[in-house]
């Protein structure tokens, strides 16, 4: 397990360094932060580990990440401008469009995974990463899904001023429903 170390602020939350996330050469690593901040079985890391391959391979994608002081992973970040040929837009277009939101999907910037060591957590770390990464995108808004349910995760997002555009999305892989969340860019700060 990494270690806690103390917080030094919001441009350098609990001590660490943010900063450009080869995620392509570093995805073993991000994945085990992924596997235990989110609860991912050795079997959910092996597909999510193609997936992430793939999708750092689409145009505009990048990364971010949390690095400690000896260079370690505590936590990453990724998206990219969405594009409604993508797996999940076709999944969630439905519940946007029945909301009365599909245009979401359009001109938006998409936070495919944002996720912090346990050990991380709680002192400002995600929030550094989510608004870093949108600061540099060219859309004028963000979206991203959720599990559906009050959580630490969906209060900072709704800190961030993402606000919920559709709920109960059930993607064909996943036990939990998902909330789609969308929110202008640049991000809501403190």
């Excluded at 949390?66 to 936590?75: I, V």
């Excluded at 990724?78 to 969630?92: E, F, I, K, L, Q």
């Amino acid at each position: 397990m990494l270690p806690t170390p103390e917080g030094d602020g919001p441009d350098r939350p609990a001590g660490l360094r943010i900063g450009p996330l080869d995620l392509a050469d570093r995805v073993d690593e991000a994945l085990r932060v992924q596997a235990v901040a989110f609860g991912l079985s050795a079997e959910e890391v092996g597909i999510r580990r193609y997936i992430v391959q793939r999708h750092m391979a689409c145009r505009g994608a990048r990364a971010l990440g949390a690095f400690t002081e000896d260079g370690a992973l505590a936590g990453f970040v990724y998206g990219m401008p969405n594009d409604r040929a993508y797996w999940w837009s076709s999944v969630v277009e439905p519940y946007l469009r029945a909301e009365g939101q599909s245009g979401w999907l359009d001109g938006s910037f998409v936070i495919t995974e944002l996720h912090v060591h346990p050990g991380f957590q709680g002192r400002g770390v995600g929030r550094a990463l989510i608004t870093r990464l949108t600061d540099a995108a060219a859309e004028p808004r963000s979206i991203l899904s959720a599990i559906d349910t009050e959580s630490p995760a969906r209060g900072l997002y709704r800190a961030l001023g993402y606000t919920d555009l559709a709920r109960q999305v059930h993607f064909p892989s996943a036990s939990l429903p998902y909330a789609v969340m969308g929110a202008p860019l640049p991000l809501r700060r403190p």
